[in-house]
Every structure is written in structure tokens, then in C-alpha cells.
């Protein structure tokens, strides 16, 4: 049953002009405007480029994740995973996770005959190291990302990954984490010039902790912020100028602050999400989404509260300080058969949207940000799908979404003074462009409205627009109806169709 519903969807969407009349919309530049979406022009505060970032992380058997993306045959990275990520182009990719607490990273570099295979404590199975800094380094030059690597930190003070189950020693310490950093920045490091890398692999991002404020059977609050002032002294003492990020979770970005602020650039967040626990009666779970789709609908539109708290309590725990947020991990986690196919939905696509309106709307404090695992086997919150053994990898929701926010955004952000009902937007603002960011949240009725921008007169506009059917699953490469339509304005008057995601260029006198 499953299949065919998909397959239902996938032909639906494939016929000319399918979207308008899958949503039912009105005419696009037609109607009665039903209120005035008003924007003033005034920055109020700069834009991360860091706000679509990426995360990857060996998954193990939970998810093919990087193994999946490497060309063993070949030694390189494939070829349509490095070209869709180009698509995405990702201002920043961070490796590991928890998966770093048990990382030795010296088992990961130098000659592949020589790596040394390690058990995936967490994720399961065996993790080869074939592909270790090097690659990962490779792999963001040619997607032209930053990197970010999260260090093995004393595996977070969790005795479970000290060793694994034969003895081996997984716990990494502050001289393995400064050794790490001199192997990437040190022009004249020997080991890496041993290995054939003349030239630095120079990562400027480095996080010391990662979920160490999750578990009670790591470290506390003042072992880790005491640990990452340790950390800190000795990477910076193989290179001064990298950026680091301290763990600061579920109340600990005070306390982290007072103790090792004046080491660190950024405190770090992560947020998994789960609105069907969240949500009394959540359809978003197994297949029970494909029910009712307007019920889904709903579930999906509300999602977003639960992260707008999560993000503004941490606002209020750096504000002050000068210190930034970094939310290093963000995703749904969703019940589903390990798979989740709600999230493959442009239901989640459009809820993904309002998730990025909230980074938007908090980005005073919030500077690295991130909605997706990146790139996987499985239906989870992959940015990047990897179809195996064989077919052509290809974005799913989020990373549409992504994208699409990174293609249309500015570099400061605007107050919107008023927002019709049915409408979620946020804008921004790059020289004299204003962008409009606008989610119509109704999935069966477009939005009329009057464009205002305060004291200024339009002198020209576009329309850049994503929709169709929120129950479209996107499960392959093509058809694709995500293609945004380019539209002009050639007056205030705009209809936004349902289920819509927009972003409106306006270029003000």
C-alpha cells in the first residue's frame, strides 16, 4: 500500500502545470487583498552566512550516511553526491556527533592499508576509516563549505565509550585534540606531510563538546566547563586563530560562559525534535500521516513552536555575553520504522520553512544553524539522499528549503509591522533589496495581500515560489515540481497560493 501511494503521488506531480492545480490556487496576480503585509526597512541586525549549515556523521547500520556517499571502488567521493551538494552548497559542514566521543582520528588518516578499523559504539557495525579528515576536508573544498570537526572530548566524560568492548581505548584528551589541529593548520606538521598533504587542510571551526549535558553518566557542568578551558588552551596553542564552540545545552551556556567564555566564539545547542509527543494525538508517526492529510497538515504547522521556545530560552542564556549560538544539530525525530517518510512529504517541506523564519527571527544570537543530518540511505531528516547500490542522489524537503533560503536571503534582518492571517514571514534586507520570506500556512486557500514597505515606493519586484500538493513525496531525482517559478510584481498586489513558500524581491526607491 505504501509503494502505491507514493507512486500515486510521484505521477500526480510529473504532468505540465501540475502544481496550480493540485493547490487549487487563484490567479497569481488577481484578487481583493485581504490586509497589508508591512516591512520596515530598517536593519536591525546582521545575518550568518552559517545558517545552513550541514552535519555529517558516520551512522553505522542506522544509516549508510558517508559510507553510502564513497566511491570504494574509486577512493572518491561520488560524483552525483558531490554534484546535488553543490546544489545545496552549504556554507558549512560539520563532522561528527556522538560518534566523536569514541573517535581516534589518528586510525583515519595516512595510508588506507594502514587504517585502522574501529567498532561504531552507538551506531553499530564496523566503521572502515577509509574516509577520515582528509576526505572530509576534500569534500567541503569541493562543495565549497567550511569545515567544522567536533573533537573526542574525554568521549564527554561517558565511561561506556572510554573502551570498547575488546579494550580498545576510545577516550580522547586535550594533547590528541592540540595534535589534531596542528595535523590540519601547521604548514610544516610532519605527519601530514608524511602522508602526502603538502599543503595545510586548515579547518577553521572546532567544537569541544557535543551532547555532554544529555546523559548523567558523563560529565557535570563544571567538569566540562573546566575540561573545555583545558581543551581550548591546548588546540589554540597549535593554532590561536580557530574558532572554537563549548557545549552550553540544557542550561549550561551560563554557567560555560563564566568559566571558559573568553576561550570560545560560540555556545553550542542541539534540538531533536518530536512533535508527536508534543502534540496530543500527533498523526506523524509511521504511516499514519497518509490518513489525513489535512490533520497532518496541521500537526506539522505547530511544529515549529516547540523549537522557537527551545531557541529563544538559549537566547536568553547568552544575551549579554557577546557569545553567539551554534545550533550544530537540528532535526525532527519522528517514530517510523526508522524511516519517517512524513519528512520526504512538501508538508514537511513548508513546516521546514517556518523553522528557518525562527533562525531568521533570533539570528541577533543565533549564527550557525542547521535542519538536516545531510546526506543518508533512510528516510530521516537526510538533506542529501543517497539512493543505493546504484541511481542518483537527490534533495529532499529540508534541503529545498534550504537552499531556497540561502538563494533569497539577506544579510540583515527587518521587522515585519504586520502579517495577515494565514502568513508567516520574516525579511531581510541586501543593499536596497528587501526580501520577503513568506510561508502561506493554509494548505487548501491562497493569501491576497497589499506589499508595503515603510516610506519607501517599490520600483521593481520579483516573485520567487515554491508549491504543490503538500502530499507529494519526493522519492527520486525527477519529476521535480520543487523548481522554484519566477514571477514579477508588477504592482503591491500579491496572491500567495496554498501551501506556499516564497521569497519576494523587492528592489525600493
Given at each position: 500500500m505504501t509503494s502505491t501511494l507514493n507512486r500515486r503521488q510521484f505521477v500526480k506531480a510529473a504532468g505540465a502545470g501540475i502544481a496550480a492545480a493540485l493547490t487549487g490556487a487563484k490567479p497569481l496576480h488577481s484578487g481583493t487583498p485581504e490586509s497589508v503585509l508591512s516591512v520596515d526597512p530598517t536593519p536591525r541586525f546582521d545575518l550568518s552566512p552559517y545558517l545552513f549549515m550541514q552535519f555529517m556523521e558516520p551512522l553505522g547500520t542506522t544509516d549508510g550516511s558517508v559510507a553510502a556517499a564513497w566511491d570504494f571502488k574509486t577512493n572518491r567521493w561520488?560524483?552525483?553526491?558531490?554534484?546535488?551538494?553543490?546544489?545545496?552548497?552549504?556554507?558549512?559542514?560539520?563532522?561528527?556527533?556522538?560518534?566523536?566521543?569514541?573517535?581516534?582520528?589518528?586510525?583515519?588518516?595516512?595510508?588506507?592499508?594502514?587504517?585502522?578499523?574501529?567498532?561504531?559504539?552507538?551506531?553499530?557495525?564496523?566503521?572502515?576509516?577509509?574516509?577520515?579528515?582528509?576526505?572530509?576536508?576534500?569534500?567541503?573544498?569541493?562543495?565549497?563549505?567550511?569545515?567544522?570537526?567536533?573533537?573526542?572530548?574525554?568521549?564527554?566524560?561517558?565511561?561506556?565509550?572510554?573502551?570498547?568492548?575488546?579494550?580498545?581505548?576510545?577516550?580522547?584528551?586535550?594533547?590528541?585534540?592540540?595534535?589534531?589541529?596542528?595535523?590540519?593548520?601547521?604548514?610544516t606538521n610532519q605527519l601530514r606531510l608524511s602522508h602526502g598533504h603538502k599543503d595545510p587542510l586548515r579547518i577553521p571551526f572546532w567544537q569541544i563538546g557535543n551532547e555532554t549535558s544529555y546523559s548523567?553518566?558523563?560529565?557535570?557542568?563544571?567538569?566540562?566547563?573546566?575540561?573545555?578551558?583545558?581543551?581550548?588552551?591546548?588546540?589554540?596553542?597549535?593554532?590561536?586563530?580557530?574558532?572554537?564552540?563549548?557545549?552550553?545545552?540544557?542550561g549550561w551556556a551560563r554557567r560555560m560562559i563564566e568559566v571558559a567564555g573568553e576561550h570560545l566564539q560560540y555556545i553550542a545547542i542541539h534540538h531533536m525534535f518530536r512533535p508527536d509527543r508534543e502534540q496530543k494525538g500527533s498523526?506523524?508517526?509511521?504511516?499514519?500521516?497518509?490518513?489525513?492529510?489535512?490533520?497532518?497538515?496541521?500537526?506539522?504547522?505547530?511544529?515549529?513552536?516547540?523549537?522557537?521556545?527551545?531557541?529563544?530560552?538559549?537566547?536568553?542564556?547568552?544575551?549579554?555575553?557577546?557569545?553567539?549560538?551554534?545550533?550544530?544539530?537540528?532535526?525532527?525525530?519522528?517514530?517510523?520504522?526508522?524511516?519517517?517518510?512524513?519528512?520526504?512529504?512538501?508538508?514537511?517541506?513548508?513546516?521546514?520553512?517556518?523553522?528557518?523564519?525562527?533562525?531568521?527571527?533570533y539570528g541577533q544570537f543565533l549564527k550557525i544553524g542547521t535542519l538536516a543530518d545531510f546526506c543518508g540511505t533512510r528516510w530521516q531528516v537526510n538533506a542529501v539522499m543517497i539512493p543505493v547500490p546504484g541511481g542518483k542522489a537527490f534533495l529532499m524537503p529540508v534541503a529545498k528549503v534550504m537552499k531556497f533560503y540561502r538563494e533569497h536571503m539577506g544579510s540583515n534582518f527587518l521587522q515585519i509591522r504586520h502579517v495577515p492571517d494565514g502568513l508567516d514571514v520574516a525579511a531581510s534586507r541586501r543593499d536596497s533589496t528587501i526580501i520577503l520570506h513568506v510561508i502561506n500556512t493554509k494548505r487548501q486557500r491562497s493569501v491576497t495581500v497589499d506589499i508595503d514597505v515603510e516610506g519607501h515606493d517599490i520600483k521593481s519586484g520579483k516573485i520567487y515560489e515554491m508549491a504543490t500538493d503538500p502530499e507529494f513525496e519526493v522519492i527520486a531525482a525527477n519529476p521535480d515540481p520543487l523548481v522554484p517559478k519566477v514571477k514579477r510584481l508588477n504592482d503591491s498586489n500579491w496572491t500567495f497560493p496554498p501551501a506556499s513558500v516564497s521569497a519576494v524581491e523587492l528592489v525600493v526607491a
Open positions: 561520488r560524483p552525483d553526491v558531490i554534484e546535488v551538494t553543490q546544489e545545496l552548497a552549504p556554507t558549512m559542514i560539520r563532522w561528527g556527533g556522538c560518534f566523536s566521543s569514541y573517535y581516534k582520528w589518528k586510525e583515519a588518516v595516512g595510508p588506507r592499508d594502514k587504517r585502522k578499523p574501529m567498532i561504531n559504539l552507538l551506531w553499530g557495525g564496523i566503521e572502515t576509516n577509509q574516509i577520515g579528515t582528509a576526505e572530509f576536508v576534500d569534500f567541503c573544498r569541493q562543495v565549497e563549505a567550511d569545515p567544522l570537526m567536533c573533537v573526542n572530548f574525554e568521549s564527554d566524560g561517558r565511561k561506556h565509550w572510554t573502551k570498547d568492548p575488546f579494550g580498545s581505548v576510545r577516550c580522547g584528551d586535550a594533547q590528541e585534540a592540540r595534535e589534531w589541529v596542528d595535523y590540519c593548520n601547521n604548514p548523567t553518566k558523563g560529565f557535570d557542568c563544571e567538569t566540562a566547563a573546566a575540561k573545555t578551558v583545558e581543551f581550548a588552551e591546548s588546540m589554540r596553542k597549535a593554532d590561536p586563530s580557530i574558532k572554537i564552540i563549548g557545549w552550553g545545552d540544557r498523526p506523524l508517526q509511521g504511516t499514519e500521516y497518509r490518513k489525513d492529510p489535512a490533520r497532518t497538515w496541521a500537526h506539522l504547522m505547530k511544529a515549529y513552536k516547540a523549537h522557537e521556545q527551545k531557541i529563544a530560552n538559549a537566547c536568553e542564556q547568552v544575551k549579554g555575553s557577546g557569545i553567539p549560538l551554534a545550533l550544530t544539530e537540528c532535526h525532527f525525530a519522528l517514530p517510523g520504522r526508522n524511516r519517517c517518510e512524513v519528512l520526504s512529504s512538501w508538508a514537511a517541506g513548508v513546516s521546514y520553512a517556518r523553522f528557518m523564519n525562527v533562525h531568521l527571527r
